[in-house]
């Protein structure tokens, strides 16, 4: 049980067109869900917090208006990247939790966006 | 201002022997501490984790230390398998709640030589 998937897996957008990555937990319902970016090499670095039916809440130095999440149901969150452009371009992953007494985040397979 | 720090991006183990990563942190705030394993194009999966109430977990295979004075932690694999070849991330969180957002290090590259 527990299993997160994502989609698309990898997707390649030209510069100023918008991105949307889904993220659903396929057998538990998420009260809570993050977005993740990577860049090669480094770390995960959190992007934004989502909770069901609410706004998302977002780290320092990322803009909400540029990555739009919505998590309209305790099965699904989604990342738009608006206006893409190719400093965008990074591997793009979501997690979600069960509820506030679970102690794991499930994650899923990440979403590989290129923007030429 | 990287909180959590791995301090070795990679590496290399004899198979059979022992694997030890090691993990830094600076946030005293932080009480719960985990380990993921994560391949090339995957997300992370989770290994194992503990408290700051304790000192040491055990789950067969893998063993996480906890040096809450010296803000250190270390997972210890043994003995070490071909599988276990990926990047490593430690992770910590203030209080351990799944919904609370996670803090992960740079993460170490692990090989293991056949």
Known sequence: GAVVSQHPSRVICKSGTSVKIECRSLDFQATTMFWYRQFPKQSLMLMATSNEGSKATYEQGVEKDKFLINHASLTLSTLTVTSAHPEDSSFYICSAAKDSFSYEQYFGPGTRLTVT | ?114
């Open chain 2, 1 to 114: 201002d990287q909180q959590v720090k791995q301090n070795s991006p990679s590496l290399s183990v004899q198979e059979g022997r022992i694997s030890i990563l090691n993990c830094d942190y600076t946030n005293s705030m932080f009480d719960y501490f985990l380990w993921y394993k994560k391949y090339p194009a995957e997300g992370p999966t989770f290994l194992i984790s503990i408290s700051s109430i304790k000192d040491k977990n055990e789950d067969g295979r893998f063993t996480v230390f906890l040096n809450k004075s010296a803000k250190h932690l270390s997972l210890h694999i043994v003995p070490s398998q071909p599988g276990d070849s990926a990047v490593y991330f430690c992770a910590a969180s203030a209080q351990g709640f799944g919904n609370e957002k996670l803090t992960f290090g740079t993460g170490t590259r692990l090989t293991i030589i056949p």
